[in-house]
């Protein structure tokens, strides 16, 4: 009883103390049930559930670029003589671009062709079995000058056929199954031997570049598209798509000894030889004749052998005036001409470059964070800065697999394919800024929120206020699922359509309404 009694006394005696505190708690839960009202019929922070559609996507800038690109140059050096074209003009393919001035070629040219109709005449059906003699001394000295010139052309074109012909490609490896890179040029250089082309895995856009060595030297990158050069041998290497080269090692013999055709060439060119030394021989001997008044006749093999000298002799000529030209290797538009007349060009030294007309793509450079969500075949939206009002759609056709630094930071170089109607690709230009919009995944018609409405506890697990009633609330628990771009979170279970979620934040001074469709 005194326990009680000490009790009961010590309450009295604070009595102001108790009432202050009752007061307080009531007062505390009055503001509390009338800020849950004021929440639960405010429409400015109440969100209702809605379904949508949710898209995650990535956007890059890039730069459209041609599909067919190529910079064109003279085979052989010398003084620029006509150019044929402009800038933006669209040629055909075989369109001559610009020619070399090659005035002592055709005066070669039509003395050629002189000599030609000389065989001819002197095989004539009525000439042939006469006797073809000289008149004169002089002219016996001048056939010696001619058949010299002519043999020692026959002579140089069957030594480039031999070096020139079938050329090709041999991996080192004899279980390599690879298609050998195609080789293409005329070989220019006079050294027989081997071009050692070894491979490996670089940034370039194929995925490798090679090393050379033996008759050749120097360090180049490796084309799918397009031949890449051989050292100054005047050959060219083009690898196969869809192959991998790297580290591979792949010989080229000068002259192609592995060829079916090399013997019978080597044949040929060791028959021309014999051929000069004999030619000379007898026009050397013509000549002593007219000295010594000993005519005879010429037989009608051997005017036919002078025909066919002849014309070989002219088809070598004809061969250097196309060293000296650039024709269009495709149909397109002329991008830029480094050629005046007057000027000298150097000997592959690309002067013209032509863009095809077959098409445009977008060249991106993908950061490492989105490379991993794209993928071949991947649709997209594309926009370009000139045309701000029109969307393109457009196709991934390529992700390079090895890395490009930008500024310290690794990129993958992705071509998009651009399509549409002829009349709307005739906008495009090349160099043109634009960016992509690419989906990487979508979910369709599924409850969602904004991610600021849900909320996460201590132990991880995510909830949002529900409105119930007319002026009561409660927590609920969420599963989340996907994420789309535009910061909507897919609400796998614990909503429903019907419900009414409260926005978190009173602070927050702006009306929010569903989200906008993705």
Sequence with gaps: MDFIKNIMWWLWRRKWLLLFLIVLIFVIITIRSRRAESI???????????????????????????RNKAELAFSQSGRINKVYVQEGDLVDAGTRIASLSMGQLYADISAAKASLAIARSQADDSAIGESLTYTNKQSAIANIDRVTNEQNAFVASAKKNLLTNDLRA???????????????????GEIEGEIIVDVYASKTKSGYSYHLSG????????????????????????????????????????????????QMNKNAYAQSLVAKENAIRRAKEELKRLDSAD??????????????????????????????????????TIASLEV????????????????????????LKVPEIDVARMRVGMDTDIVLDAYPGD???????????????????????????????????AKIRSGMSARAKLIT????????????????????????????????????????????????REIISGLQESDVVIIPSLDTKRSFGPPSQE
């Excluded at 019929?41 to 379904?51: A, E, G, K, T």
């Excluded at 005046?340 to 060249?363: K, N, Q, R, W, Y």
Aim: glycine share 10%; proline share 5%; hydrophobic share 35%.
């Design 441 to 488: 995944a979508q979910v369709n018609d599924v409850i969602a929120l904004p991610k600021y409405i849900i909320n996460t506890r201590e132990d991880g697990l995510s909830f949002v206020t529900v409105k119930i009633g007319e002026e009561e609330t409660e927590e609920r628990l969420v599963d989340l699922g996907f994420e789309g771009s535009n910061g909507n």
């Design 391 to 425: 969307v393109w759609q457009g196709n991934v056709t390529f992700i390079e697999s090895s890395e490009t630094f930008v500024d310290g930071v690794p990129v993958y170089e992705t071509s998009v394919e651009i399509l549409g109607a002829p009349e709307e690709l």
């Design 215 to 262: 008759t050749q030297s120097g360090t180049y990158s490796g084309y799918v598209n397009q031949p890449g050069q051989l050292g100054n041998s005047g050959l060219y290497v083009q690898f196969a798509s869809n192959e991998n080269y790297s580290n591979t090692t792949w010989v080229i013999p000068v002259p192609n000894t592995r060829s079916s055709t090399y």
């Design 40 to 66: 639960a019929n405010n429409p400015d922070l109440l969100y209702p559930v809605v379904r949508m559609d949710l898209v995650d996507q990535i956007e890059l800038a890039g730069r459209i670029e041609s």
């Design 170 to 188: 041999y991996s080192t490896e004899e279980l390599n199954t690879q298609p050998a890179p195609t080789i293409s040029g005329s070989y220019i």
């Design 295 to 332: 005519m005879t006749s010429t037989s009608n093999d051997q005017a036919r052998a002078r025909i066919r000298q002849a014309q070989a002799r002219l088809n070598g000529l004809y061969s250097r005036v196309r060293d000296g030209e650039i024709r269009a290797p495709f149909t397109g």
């Design 340 to 363: 005046v007349p007057g000027e000298s060009a150097g000997a592959f030294a690309p002067v013209v470059t032509m863009i095809g007309d077959d098409g445009f793509d977008l060249s």
